[in-house]
């Protein structure tokens, strides 16, 4: 990576030696517009491309659901860049096809002469966007045209584009082989939580082996680490993260380690995460503790894994109660129907399946840490590559 850094210094010395201009996004885009309405003809949900659809629709969103659908027009004929107005306030990305932008997405067609759209969309990372108040936040065309970026010669920015490039291509890679480790890990755990009658297996309801916490504790006694609420229990069987919001008065559910924390709140999210602390949470999560007189037969990770499986994340949607915000059934819940082998095929399991688990999720080992390490690397020449100082006219008007 020195070469290439080394090249880009050598760049900015020769045509930037006292210093890079700023300018404001007006100043180097030739239009900077908000979505519009809905095209006449359109399919939402539409995924990819087709004869009678071929243009994409974008609205507010991240990469994952930007993507609204598509339709028969186009309003944006060239390359620009995009940015959330509301909701995913700032996210950013370059469109390269023709597309149709909708409500709460604003568009930026550039000064190709001046500035490349994989540039500012690099720059716009490391860049403040503000938005206005209210009760319902959200970035305006004055807000975003005030926004202030450096515009070094385009020799420059196409080198740095470049490393960049190779920096988030091989994440990229990292992180198509961890979504295939994280599928295979499903469907070994889906293979080996399988047992039929010949399997050496007792079926049993989950109520007979386990029931929820009764048990209280004071808030006073909670932290950020300690307090579990839905909102920082992960999607998709990832644990949990540190709380933003930790009750301070009354009493809570308690937990131990070794319990198995439930997400209640729209089951389909699968917010999963087995205690490694003693910690409180609220009636949103449940809390299944294996009952006393059965933990000589039945591992707790071992329930762990069953109750992270598909299997009982379908059981719980089929009874979950409510259309917008589907709650699970815990009388439902506590009668699903769980296998139980004998505790030496029970650790082999859990041993097999956690080294699955670490592989896929743990940030300090396997492709997490390697896609986490190569992170931290990118942000570091991202803004190391980023940070110009502004030419002295650039103090004056400050």
């Given at each position: 990576?020195?070469?290439?850094?080394?090249?880009?210094?050598?760049?900015?010395?020769?045509?930037?030696?006292?210093?890079?201009?700023?300018?404001?996004?007006?100043?180097?885009?030739?239009?900077?517009?908000?979505?519009?309405?809905?095209?006449?003809?359109?399919?939402?949900?539409q995924?990819?491309?087709?004869?009678?659809f071929?243009?994409?629709?974008y609205?507010?969103?991240?990469?994952?659901?930007?993507?609204?659908?598509?339709?028969d027009?186009?309003?944006?004929?060239?390359?620009?860049?995009?940015?959330?107005?509301?909701?995913?306030?700032?996210?950013?990305?370059?469109?390269?096809?023709k597309f149709?932008p909708?409500?709460?997405?604003?568009?930026?067609?550039?000064?190709?002469?001046?500035v490349?759209?994989?540039?500012?969309?690099?720059?716009?990372?490391?860049?403040?966007i503000?938005?206005?108040?209210?009760?319902?936040?959200?970035?305006?065309?004055?807000?975003?045209?005030?926004?202030?970026?450096?515009?070094?010669?385009?020799?420059?920015?196409?080198?740095?584009?470049?490393?960049?490039?190779?920096?988030?291509t091989?994440?990229?890679?990292?992180?198509?082989?961890?979504?295939?480790?994280?599928?295979?890990?499903?469907y070994?755990?889906?293979?080996?939580?399988t047992f039929?009658?010949r399997?050496?297996?007792?079926?049993?309801?989950?109520?007979d082996?386990?029931?929820?916490?009764?048990?209280r504790?004071?808030?006073?006694?909670l932290?950020?680490?300690?307090?579990?609420?839905?909102?920082?229990?992960?999607?998709?069987?990832?644990?949990?993260?540190?709380?933003?919001?930790?009750?301070?008065?009354?009493?809570?559910?308690?937990?131990?380690?070794g319990?198995?924390?439930?997400?209640?709140i729209?089951?389909?999210?699968?917010?999963i995460?087995?205690?490694?602390?003693?910690g409180?949470t609220?009636?949103?999560?449940?809390?299944?503790?294996?009952?006393?007189?059965?933990?000589?037969?039945?591992?707790s990770?071992?329930?762990?894994?069953?109750l992270?499986?598909?299997?009982?994340f379908?059981?719980?949607?089929?009874f979950?109660?409510?259309?917008?915000?589907?709650?699970?059934?815990?009388?439902?819940?506590?009668?699903?129907?769980?296998?139980?082998?004998?505790?030496?095929?029970?650790?082999?399991?859990?041993?097999?399946?956690?080294?699955?688990?670490?592989?896929?999720?743990?940030?300090?080992?396997?492709?997490?840490?390697?896609?986490?390490?190569?992170?931290?690397?990118?942000?570091?020449?991202?803004?190391?590559l980023?940070?110009?100082?502004?030419?002295e006219?650039e103090?004056a008007?400050?």
């Amino acid at each position: 990576m020195n070469k290439p850094m080394n090249k880009i210094e050598k760049l900015i010395a020769e045509l930037c030696p006292e210093g890079v201009e700023f300018k404001e996004l007006r100043e180097i885009c030739v239009s900077i517009n908000a979505g519009g309405d809905l095209p006449e003809n359109y399919l939402k949900g539409q995924q990819v491309p087709s004869r009678e659809f071929p243009y994409p629709i974008y609205s507010n969103g991240s990469a994952e659901n930007a993507l609204y659908g598509y339709t028969d027009s186009y309003k944006v004929g060239c390359e620009a860049v995009t940015i959330s107005a509301r909701g995913t306030i700032g996210y950013h990305a370059v469109r390269a096809e023709k597309f149709t932008p909708i409500v709460r997405l604003i568009t930026l067609i550039l000064r190709i002469e001046i500035v490349t759209s994989k540039y500012l969309n690099y720059a716009l990372d490391i860049t403040e966007i503000g938005h206005s108040g209210g009760s319902i936040p959200q970035l305006t065309v004055p807000n975003v045209k005030k926004i202030k970026i450096p515009i070094p010669p385009l020799v420059i920015q196409q080198e740095i584009v470049k490393i960049l490039d190779t920096f988030t291509t091989l994440e990229a890679e990292l992180e198509a082989e961890l979504e295939a480790r994280k599928k295979q890990y499903e469907y070994y755990r889906e293979e080996f939580l399988t047992f039929d009658e010949r399997g050496g297996a007792q079926w049993v309801k989950l109520m007979d082996i386990a029931s929820y916490s009764k048990n209280r504790i004071p808030a006073d006694k909670l932290n950020i680490e300690s307090y579990v609420g839905v909102d920082n229990l992960l999607q998709n069987k990832q644990g949990k993260t540190v709380s933003t919001c930790v009750p301070t008065t009354g009493t809570l559910t308690e937990y131990k380690i070794g319990d198995v924390l439930i997400g209640n709140i729209r089951p389909y999210l699968k917010k999963i995460w087995q205690a490694t602390n003693i910690g409180g949470t609220n009636g949103d999560v449940l809390v299944v503790r294996v009952n006393e007189k059965e933990k000589k037969n039945v591992n707790s990770r071992f329930l762990y894994h069953l109750l992270a499986s598909d299997n009982f994340f379908n059981y719980n949607m089929q009874f979950a109660k409510g259309a917008k915000m589907p709650r699970g059934d815990k009388s439902a819940i506590m009668k699903f129907k769980i296998p139980i082998p004998p505790l030496a095929e029970q650790e082999r399991i859990v041993a097999i399946l956690d080294k699955f688990d670490a592989l896929v999720n743990d940030i300090s080992a396997g492709l997490p840490a390697e896609l986490n390490a190569r992170r931290k690397q990118y942000e570091y020449y991202r803004n190391k590559l980023l940070t110009f100082n502004p030419l002295e006219k650039e103090y004056a008007k400050q």
